[in-house]
């Protein structure tokens, strides 16, 4: 099966740093992978994925790495402002027919002024 | 939240009271699921329907029904045999991104308080 760990259920950071969310799966042939921002009371939003065929991916300010090796990938969010404090989970998908996700149980990033 | 709706926002039950929760998507997505998210968990998986007419039991399925009779619809069903119904339900849909990929996109969410 597959399992989703975060290293940090915590991180503090500050305003204009850039934070650095991790994240590790158990599935060697998860092939897919996304990062998801969720703000108090609120769905999950998603923010960027990636596909096991990739190592790096980047977004507006947000860049994710990949590496198959360690399974393990990470979220980096450039110049960190008040509005992306919230809680970020990651997903893997196991591959293969289905398109189920495994969830993380998320890292709450709070963004001091 | 990309076109899925989830009402109400907030539901009360009664101990015993079976209620429904609905969730609609107008992303034209074949896929749809539901979840359970409790305080400083990740979110786990109570049902799937992967296309109209059919669904499957996710991981913690017991105590909840569903259906799948329109494209756009997946009412999850809270039966008084759910022993801990007090959660944060979340609906999500799936469909490709560029690439080929479908990704889940979620709606607001209901929370449930059984009193």
């Known amino acids: 099966g597959e399992s989703v760990g975060l290293h940090l259920p915590t991180l503090s950071v500050q305003e204009g740093d850039n934070s650095i969310i991790n994240c590790a799966y158990s599935?060697?042939?998860?092939?897919?992978f996304i990062w998801y921002k969720q703000e108090s009371g609120k769905g999950p939003q998603f923010i960027i994925d990636i596909r096991s065929n990739m190592d790096k991916r980047q977004g507006q300010r947000v860049t994710v790495l990949l590496n198959k090796t360690v399974k393990h990938l990470s979220l980096q969010i450039a110049a960190t402002q008040p509005g992306d404090s919230a809680v970020y989970f990651c997903?893997?998908?196991?591959?293969?027919?289905?398109?189920?996700?495994?969830f993380g149980t998320g890292t709450l990033l709070a963004v001091q002024p | 939240d990309g076109g899925i709706t989830q009402s109400p926002k907030y539901l009360f039950r009664k101990e015993g009271q079976n209620v429904t929760l609905s969730c609609e998507q107008n992303l034209n997505h074949d896929a749809m699921y539901w979840y359970r998210q409790d305080p400083g968990q990740g979110l786990r998986l109570i049902y799937y329907s992967q296309i109209v007419n059919d669904f499957q039991k996710g991981d913690i399925a017991e105590g909840y029904s569903v259906s799948r009779e329109k494209k756009e619809s997946f009412p999850l069903t809270v039966t008084s045999a759910q022993k801990n119904p007090t959660a944060f339900y979340l609906c999500?849909?799936?469909?490709?991104?560029?690439?080929?990929?479908?990704?889940?996109?979620f709606g607001p969410g209901t929370r449930l308080t059984v009193l």
């Open positions: 999500a849909s799936s469909g490709p991104l560029a690439g080929g990929k479908d990704t889940q996109y």
């Open positions: 997903a893997a998908q196991p591959g293969g027919a289905t398109n189920k996700l495994i």
């Open positions: 599935n060697s042939a998860s092939d897919y």
